[in-house]
């Protein structure tokens, strides 16, 4: 599986941006997919993921009811609209994605994409 994020960038505070990840590959339709970040001097962390029936939603919980993740199988992507960005959302974003069924806590997803960066100012 190939994952490629775009959509990064510099915005403000209160801002939204949404993020989009095309997939490639193996059976895009059967993974769970996801978004993790990394900020500055952070370790990686989960932000959030979608079954692959597309019916279960995780999140994190500092993002829940500003970020929604969502994924259209028929044209392989997953996307991550972030809104009311705060300073703290500032990292790397990565795609991820997991064969079959995954939930947080069952450790690190299987495939990672390179990064976009998103960086929120005051």
């Known amino acids: 599986v190939q994952l490629q994020a775009s959509g990064g960038g510099l915005v403000q505070a209160g801002d939204s941006l949404r993020l989009s990840c095309a997939a490639s590959?193996?059976?895009?339709?059967?993974?769970?997919l996801g978004w993790s970040r990394q900020a500055p001097g952070k370790e990686r962390e989960f932000v959030a993921a979608i079954s692959w029936r597309g019916g279960t939603t995780y999140y994190q919980d500092s993002v829940k009811g500003r970020f929604t993740i969502s994924r259209d199988n028929a044209k392989n992507t997953v996307t991550l609209q972030m809104d009311s960005l705060k300073l703290e959302d500032t990292a790397v974003y990565y795609c991820?994605?997991?064969?079959?069924?995954?939930?947080?806590?069952?450790?690190?997803?299987?495939?990672w994409g390179k990064g976009t960066l998103v960086t929120v100012s005051s």
């Open positions: 590959g193996r059976i895009f339709s059967k993974y769970t």
């Open positions: 991820t994605a997991n064969p079959g069924d995954w939930r947080p806590g069952r450790g690190r997803m299987d495939y």
